[in-house]
Antibody
Framework: QVQLKESGPGLVQPSQTLSLTCTVS????????VHWVRQPPGKGLEWMGG???????DYNSALKSRLSISRDTSKSQVFLKMNSLQTDDTAIYFC??????????WGQGVMVTVSS | DIQMTQSPSFLSATVGDRVTINCKAS??????LNWYQQKLGEAPKRLIY???SLQTGIPSRFSGSGSGTDYTLTISSLQPEDVATYFC?????????FGGGTKLELK
């Protein structure tokens, strides 16, 4: 069955770089698109960006200068790297699969706290 | 960017009640509207896609309707297990945007 699972550090210092991994199973990254969505505590969801089956990427314009999304198809993994982290980047980070019917399957999310 | 305004933000209802949650888009989203349920500590679960298509395995008490800019999620008879936060997503055009969420509690 389709599964996605995020992993990464729970705590990142301000100004440092966040690195997260989304490991997927039950589908191929070369024919599916995986995206990252985040949710600050008590706030709504924000689409961050994603990588398409052909390897091209799209980013939220508000994050584009700090964000990079890549993948390793042999390991069924999608990576998020975001630099210059600040306290307002504290959030739960989700990866999710995008189909023609919108985001269908989601990971459980990983909480990232930006603090010294 | 398309803005999604969801209402209400909080909702308290009794088991058996009919519950409605609304999302209003800042422009026509051509029925490309999904609804999700999120319970604490769990992955969001898609309930409805493309306005009114029920996701496989979701109880039929959940339904969706709407067109243009206005969309509604209806729970026909609230059950205790429906306590959760609900949010909408527009996937008509990027960047994909979400409603602010509705926290549903039992009265």
């Amino acid at each position: 069955q389709v599964q996605l699972k995020e992993s990464g550090p729970g705590l990142v210092q301000p100004s440092q770089t966040l690195s997260l991994t989304c490991t997927v199973s039950g589908f191929s990254l070369t024919s599916n698109s995986v995206h990252w969505v985040r949710q600050p505590p008590g706030k709504g969801l924000e689409w961050m960006g994603g990588i398409w089956g052909d390897g091209s990427t799209d980013y939220n314009s508000a994050l584009k200068s700090r964000l990079s999304i890549s993948r390793d198809t042999s390991k069924s993994q999608v990576f998020l790297k975001m630099n210059s982290l600040q306290t307002d980047d504290t959030a739960i980070y989700f990866c999710t699969r995008l189909r023609g019917t919108g985001f269908d399957y989601w990971g459980q999310g990983v909480m990232v706290t930006v603090s010294s | 960017d398309i803005q999604m305004t969801q209402s209400p933000s909080f909702l308290s209802a009794t088991v058996g009640d009919r519950v409605t949650i609304n999302c209003k888009a800042s422009q026509n989203i051509n029925k490309y509207l999904n609804w999700y349920q999120q319970k604490l500590g769990e992955a969001p679960k898609r309930l409805i896609y493309n306005t009114n298509s029920l996701q496989t395995g979701i109880p039929s008490r959940f339904s969706g309707s709407g067109s243009g800019t206005d969309y509604t999620l209806t729970i026909s008879s609230l059950q205790p297990e429906d306590v959760a936060t609900y949010f909408c997503l527009q996937h008509n055009s990027g960047p994909w945007t979400f409603g602010g969420g509705t926290k549903l509690e039992l009265k």
